[in-house]
């Protein structure tokens, strides 16, 4: 089993459109005004100062079935989709990212108040800050798969496709996330809110 993985303090873009995107702006139909853009840029600057970045990783080598992926030293993975996704591959590395409490303390407390434009918008930043953060542990892996020889596939977290929800308290326990704050609600919601786990395979590259 390789050792765990902590990275602290990353430093993380969040770009507007992504924030948009959260909002559910359609392009060509929702109205940019130029106070709704100083308020994204506003929750985008909030965001940054509220972030406690945390990424936690490991990576193991696996064995990819007809309908389960088993990652030795660690758990067997009993979905279909998952399999098909890790078709050919022979490590799998396990991912957990939070953005820590204090902003979704912030987003509740904004929602007591009943600003809700200024929840909704400082949500939807955070939202777009976690998968940002995700995005740079895994280009940052890619970047290491590749000096190896190995391709990294997109991401694959419970809740998609076949992949229970239930897998959650299994990412967590072998990451040691309760001791870094992350854990796993009664009804399989991580917490805090703005937290992110996944499953991302490598696979070797084909030579031509």
């Not at 990275?7 to 993380?12: G, P, T």
């Not at 591959?89 to 912030?106: N, Q």
């Not at 870094?180 to 399989?188: A, E, F, R, T």
């Not at 809110?193 to 070797?204: G, H, L």
Request: hydrophobic share 45%; with cysteine.
């Amino acid at each position: 089993m390789e050792e765990l993985k902590v990275l602290r303090n990353l430093n993380i873009d969040i770009p507007a459109d992504e924030i948009k995107r959260y909002l559910k702006f359609r392009p060509g139909k929702s109205i940019d005004t130029g106070a709704t853009l100083r308020l994204i840029k506003e929750a985008a600057g909030a965001a940054k100062l509220l972030i406690e970045p945390v990424a936690l990783y490991r990576t193991f080598q696996s064995e990819v079935r007809e309908d389960n992926v088993k990652i030795r030293e660690a758990f067997t993975v009993a979905s279909s989709s998952l399999a098909e996704r890790f078709f050919r591959s022979s490590r799998v590395t396990i991912l957990a990212v939070t953005l820590g409490a204090v902003i979704c303390e912030r987003i509740d407390r904004l929602e007591e108040e009943e600003k809700i434009t200024e929840a909704l918008t400082l949500d939807a930043a955070a939202s777009a800050a976690v998968e940002a953060l995700a995005d740079s542990v895994q280009l940052m892996l890619g970047q290491q798969a590749s000096k190896e020889g190995f391709a990294l596939t997109k991401r694959y977290s419970p809740g998609y496709g076949d992949l229970p929800l239930a897998y959650q308290n299994n990412i967590i326990d072998i990451l040691d996330g309760r001791k870094y704050n992350i854990s796993v609600s009664d009804s399989l919601i991580l917490l805090p809110r703005k937290t992110v786990t996944a499953f991302i395979a490598w696979r070797e590259k084909q030579i031509d």
